[in-house]
């Protein structure tokens, strides 16, 4: 069915296609971090910033082939995630969600007024090629994206079903009594950070290589708040509901123009979440997010 989609569809339901299987990908990552393990992030738009910005830069200064550069985004992203996750032991609920929230500001910043990155110009995509293959078109990128986010997918699923998977879910549920049982758990949680970030760091090549241009302004905060609604979305802790809410959120998110503020739902999303706070409260706003008090 998904082979046969670019004989049926017109190009443009093509571009959203792919908008959404990126889309499902960073779902992934998030499911990996907040359904799994029970952990919040505000920065996600940081990581997505940091691989696409990895994969083009490594295409255009070094020559790096794109499936190598691909490979290195999500490498550079993981190592942030690790970095990131280190001081995140330390905290929770909200006050992991204010330092991750700091994180993505601080990326966009800097992306912002670093020469490197092409300040607020941005950067345009060099023509891709894969093998003897021109990614030039909507169509031979749509096979590319949808194949690999294929098989991520897989891969995450496979992973849920190992001793790694079994670790996040317990530190989930409870992390003294995963602890108990012979779970690191300093090392689990840094370790789903770095997993979670590397997924999305792969979305953000893969974005780049399917818009031809990155610039700052895409990696907002209110993308990082679509990239958590969408794991609540599809439901805490299950895959199929990570992509299904992937793919409602992307469609809305590209039919409203995202490369721009939010005009519609962003605000809503900020007005609920505040309102959510004053009245949830900070103390309580961990057991909500782990599903227990």
């Not at 990581?47 to 910005?53: D, K, P, T, V």
């Not at 550079?76 to 280190?86: E, M, T």
């Not at 966009?108 to 607020?120: E, P």
Request: glycine share 14%.
């Amino acid at each position: 069915m998904l082979i046969s989609l670019p004989l049926i569809l017109p190009g443009y339901r093509i571009f959203t296609f792919n908008y959404m299987a990126v889309f499902v990908i960073v779902g992934l990552g998030m499911n990996v971090l907040v359904g799994d393990t029970g952990q919040v992030s505000l920065g996600h738009a940081g990581f997505l910033a940091i691989g696409a910005y990895t994969m083009v830069l490594l295409m255009t200064r070094l020559a790096v082939p794109f499936p190598v550069a691909l490979v290195m985004a999500g490498f550079v992203s993981a190592l942030f995630g690790f970095l990131l996750g280190l001081p995140a032991l330390r905290l929770a609920g909200p006050y992991l969600a204010i330092a991750t929230l700091g994180f993505g500001l601080a990326v966009t910043q800097i992306i912002a007024h670093s020469a490197l990155f092409g300040g607020h110009m941005g950067l345009v995509v060099p023509d891709t090629t894969l093998g003897p293959f021109q990614l030039s078109g909507d169509v031979s990128k749509y096979y590319v994206i949808v194949g690999i986010t294929f098989l991520l997918a897989l891969g995450v699923r496979n992973l849920s079903a190992t001793r790694v998977g079994r670790a996040f879910r317990a530190i989930r549920d409870s992390e003294i009594a995963a602890a108990t049982m012979g779970v690191d758990v300093s090392y689990y949680k840094t370790l789903s950070f770095a997993v979670s970030a590397a997924l999305t760091g792969i979305a953000g090549g893969l974005l780049a290589l399917m818009t031809g241009f990155i610039s700052p302004g895409v990696f907002t905060f209110t993308l990082s708040l679509m990239f958590l609604a969408m794991v609540v979305f599809g439901g805490l802790g299950s895959i199929t509901g990570a992509v299904l809410g992937s793919i409602v959120m992307g469609y809305l998110n590209l039919e409203m123009d995202a490369f721009q503020e939010f005009p519609i739902l962003g605000p809503a999303l900020e007005g609920f979440s505040e309102r959510f706070m004053s009245t949830v409260g900070l103390p309580n706003f961990g057991w909500v997010v782990r599903g227990k008090r």
